[in-house]
């Protein structure tokens, strides 16, 4: 698989990057918690417990290539306490969007835009997050559900980033996430991770990712970026020509596996995009992009049929 960091070097050029090596800043991520919504608890152990995220997804190795500083993803994490479940207990909704750089550019578009609202945990003040590939559940299902849920979700953005720069790069992450998934913490009030609890959990977009039926979404994922956004510093038309490539791939598998949880995870990071860079297309190929998108992502059909 080609160096994706080595790619970066030549994609931004090196002149954006310093090069003093870093031992683990795979992703640089913007931690937030909020806690309005809880009353009766010190609001200081949230600031830790904030502390403890940003340090547990920023100071940790998480891919096997080396990083420079300037290579880290860019992502926001936001834990939106909603409810306490008792005995420093919590639940709440988690919210991540992830970026990527395109290409002679100061461009980011997005990788990942997605909330999980299924997000139960036990935190104390000062607490150190640990989490451990090969014992993911712990002496604590309750204590470790959330560093398992920051893993999983790490290693789909690592996962979706790669697929990005090269083909198919991203299948080592989307294996260590179906390792998190097969071995996920089990308890009372722990959700989410199990095939029959719903089919927009984390066990469907791992199983989506994985499964022999998307693989062509792979190929989407490289062509789309690579092919289509990058390509546009050179030719727009002909970037905006992959990209509409794509469409008509993600329809191929939208006719075999409708209402998918990766497919509904691809247009929630992508569809303003979308509509943006289609609408200054050729009559024609807006009127494609229009029919498309309105039968692949159907809560936003009535935004794309206004680009016609």
Request: net charge neutral.
């Amino acid at each position: 698989m080609p160096n994706r960091f080595a790619f970066i070097m030549l994609l931004v050029g090196a002149c954006t990057f310093c090069c003093r090596s870093a031992h683990a800043q795979e992703i640089r991520a913007n931690v937030s918690v909020v806690a309005s919504q809880i009353q009766g608890v010190d609001r200081k152990v949230f600031t830790s417990l904030q502390s403890a995220i940003r340090e547990f997804l920023n100071n940790r190795h998480w891919a096997t290539d080396a990083f420079t500083a300037s290579e880290r993803i860019e992502c926001n994490f936001l834990l939106n306490i909603t409810s306490s479940l008792g005995s420093d207990a919590y639940k709440a909704t988690l919210t991540i969007q992830a970026t990527r750089p395109v290409f002679n550019s100061s461009y980011l578009t997005s990788l990942l835009n997605i909330q999980d609202k299924e997000v139960a945990f036990r935190y104390v003040e000062f607490q150190q997050l640990e989490f451990n590939d090969n014992r993911v559940g712990g002496n604590d299902p309750m204590a470790s559900n959330l560093t398992a849920i920051l893993a999983y979700y790490v290693d789909i953005i690592l996962g979706m980033d790669y697929d990005s720069f090269s083909p198919r790069g991203g299948d080592i992450y989307f294996k260590k996430a179906l390792n998190i998934v097969n071995n996920a913490p089990d308890g009372k009030d722990i959700t989410g991770w199990k095939a029959f609890e719903g089919n927009r959990n984390r066990y469907w977009l791992q199983d989506n990712l994985l499964n022999a039926k998307f693989l062509q979404f792979h190929d989407v994922m490289y062509q789309y970026h690579r092919q289509g956004l990058d390509a546009m510093y050179d030719d727009v038309n002909k970037g905006r020509a992959a990209v509409l490539n794509c469409l008509n791939m993600l329809y191929a598998i939208h006719q075999n596996m409708p209402n998918s949880m990766l497919m509904q995870t691809f247009f929630s990071a992508k569809n303003d995009e979308l509509l943006k860079l289609f609408s200054k297309a050729m009559p024609q190929e807006k009127s494609r992009a229009a029919e498309l998108l309105s039968q692949l992502d159907i809560p936003n059909a009535q935004k794309y049929q206004q680009m016609k």
